[in-house]
């Protein structure tokens, strides 16, 4: 991960703006550099993961124009050696130096162009311009605000903003920012065709392309790890790795708690099967709740399940950065809102199905991949998301709904087909029923987060509390509200830059629950035990 943060007026002190800047520094803790255009500021904080020399040093300059960007552009080699038949030359072997001369070429057309996750500020000295962008994913964050001079001001954590503008509001993924509008330059939730491939042939290309999109991703000059939780989508990550790394173990991570550690034992199933360097991780009820408020503060959120999500997957980036080299990170997030969560059983139709895909990834910027980022971003290292590759999420988004739905008696069914052959896993992990990553970790993290918020507030200061909310998102439990108030204590008055909790899709039947673990859902079953 880096940080970026890019202000188009003079009026801000320098003095603000770099204590603002200066939130973020666990992003990029290798090396910093500020620097002035003629009418604003652009500021690099760099986690070296790609041409760890000073050369691949961030903002990059040509003549006039420059650019700041977090980002990893996967096949960016091919598009550089036609940028060099043009007669464009490069100094780094860095990904992210062909964003200008692709500006240059291209404008911002080059966005749709690329293969990558990223958020980016451009400086056209020229036209003294700033062009801002996102990926169409959300998958690396980026946030914006108005000073009070009228002029937008970008960052890559919301953290970064606070007391610089009145209104901190996500950057929207898919979008650029030119000339006072955001435009969208990519839908990944759009389809314009199914595809009605039978299954076989259908299976064979999720399989091909999840494939080629973990391939991208373990390109890098710095270490790599993974995170193993020994469910569908992490072991199928690291099995992948591993074929393709076969010249020695992956380095593979697990948590669980000290009282239930449920994820531990199919994580080292998987690991066992697959044969990687595995390390397991402990935690307890005490380094959970000690931790609690420090993971909202970088979270920046007040959403239930992305914040119990967070406890495990913050302490286990915490252990992996304090006792290896790791520095780049490969998980299994995007998964769910692809092929279906559990509640996604309960869909009453093909098309309720696939319009619930799509309400999730256009949301998944607030949700899974801000934890993913957050959780690993605040520990110094870069996470990568295999499953949101462009050309897997555009596939898998084509198939005709009705092979998505669980009418198979397994979720997910596809994904499990597509890697039944070739002994990737092992047929019972394979086939193994979802377990929710916040409960897996051992139920009683959930548990211990609920008493506590229990111990918090009497019914009387609860109904209070839930009231001087109701203006936004209103807390409806009393560990609700306790997240709300360590938000408001670290954001105050940002409420509006979370849509809502993530629930279940309460208007279908079976799925009107008041908590979001699957835990609470009727078909939930032996899931993770």
Same mark, same amino acid.
């Given at each position: 991960m880096c940080s970026i943060m890019g202000y188009t007026g003079k009026d801000i002190k320098m003095k603000d703006f770099m204590e603002g800047f200066g939130q973020t520094l666990s992003r990029g803790p290798d090396m910093s550099r500020v620097i002035e255009t003629k009418s604003g500021i652009l500021a690099f904080h760099r986690l070296a993961i790609m041409d760890l020399e000073e050369a691949g040093m961030q903002p990059f300059q040509m003549e006039q124009d420059y650019a700041i960007c977090n980002g990893e552009l996967y096949g960016f080699r091919p598009l550089k050696r036609q940028l060099e038949a043009k007669g464009y030359s490069f100094v780094s072997d860095s990904d992210c130096e062909i964003i200008l001369p692709l500006y240059r070429e291209y404008g911002?057309?080059?966005? $749709?162009?690329?293969?990558?996750?990223?958020?980016?500020?451009?400086?056209?000295?020229? @036209?003294?311009?700033? !062009?801002?962008?996102?990926?169409?994913?959300?998958?690396?964050?980026?946030?914006? &605000?108005?000073?009070?001079? #009228?002029? !937008? !001001?970008?960052?890559?954590?919301?953290?970064?903003? !606070? #007391?610089?503008?009145e209104k901190i509001m996500p950057f929207p993924p898919g979008h650029y920012y030119k000339d006072g509008r955001f435009i969208c330059y990519r839908d990944v939730t759009a389809v314009s065709q199914f595809c009605q491939a039978s299954l076989d042939p259908l299976c064979q290309q999720i399989h091909d392309k999840l494939v080629k999109g973990i391939e991208k991703r373990l390109d890098a000059d710095a270490?790599? &790890?993974?995170?193993?939780?020994?469910?569908?989508?992490?072991?199928?990550?690291c099995a992948v790795a591993q074929r393709l790394m076969p010249e020695k173990p992956i380095r593979t991570f697990a948590i669980g708690m000290k009282e239930d550690a449920i994820d531990l034992k199919y994580a080292r199933e998987a690991a066992d099967y697959i044969g990687s360097d595995h390390q397991e991780i402990i935690i307890t009820k005490e380094d959970v709740l000690s931790s609690l408020e420090e993971v909202i503060r970088i979270l920046g959120t007040f959403d239930i399940t992305t914040i119990r999500a967070s406890m495990g997957m913050y302490l286990i980036c915490k252990a992996i950065r304090e006792t290896t080299d790791v520095r780049v990170l490969l998980t299994g997030e995007i998964s769910d809102e692809l092929f279906g969560y559990k509640y996604t059983d309960f869909a009453p139709s093909p098309e309720a199905f696939q319009q619930e895909a799509e309400k999730r990834l256009r949301e998944l910027y607030m949700y899974d991949v801000l934890r993913a980022d957050r959780c690993i971003s605040a520990n110094s290292m870069e996470g990568r998301v295999p499953f949101g590759d462009l050309d897997f999420v555009k596939y898998v988004?084509?198939?005709?709904?009705?092979?998505?739905?669980?009418?198979? #008696? @397994?979720?997910?069914?596809?994904?499990?087909?597509?890697?039944?052959? &070739?002994?990737?896993?092992?047929?019972?992990?394979?086939?193994?029923?979802? $377990?929710?990553?916040?409960?897996?970790? #051992?139920?009683?993290?959930?548990?211990?987060?609920?008493?506590?918020?229990?111990?918090?507030?009497?019914?009387?200061?609860? $109904?209070?509390?839930?009231? @001087?909310?109701?203006?936004?998102s209103k807390p409806f439990t009393k560990e609700s509200l306790l997240y709300r108030e360590l938000f408001e204590k670290a954001y105050p008055g940002q409420a509006e830059m979370v849509a809502g909790f993530w629930m279940p899709n309460k208007a279908w039947k079976g799925c009107d629950v008041d908590d979001p673990s699957a835990r609470v859902l009727k078909n939930y079953g032996a899931s993770g035990m």
């Open positions: 911002v057309e080059m966005f $749709a162009m690329l293969d990558a996750e990223f958020a980016m500020v451009i400086y056209d000295g020229e @036209k003294d311009t700033y !062009i801002a962008a996102r990926d169409p994913i959300g998958i690396r964050p980026l946030f914006y &605000g108005f000073t009070g001079s #009228g002029k !937008i !001001i970008f960052a890559s954590e919301a953290k970064n903003l !606070i #007391g610089l503008t270490p790599i &790890g993974f995170l193993l939780s020994g469910g569908l989508d992490s072991s199928l990550v988004m084509s198939i005709d709904p009705k092979m998505k739905m669980n009418t198979y #008696g @397994k979720g997910k069914y596809l994904l499990r087909k597509a890697f039944e052959k &070739g002994g990737y896993l092992p047929k019972e992990l394979l086939y193994r029923e979802k $377990a929710a990553f916040s409960d897996a970790v #051992g139920h009683s993290l959930v548990d211990d987060l609920k008493e506590y918020a229990e111990t918090k507030y009497t019914d009387e200061a609860f $109904a209070a509390g839930c009231e @001087k909310y109701a203006y936004h």
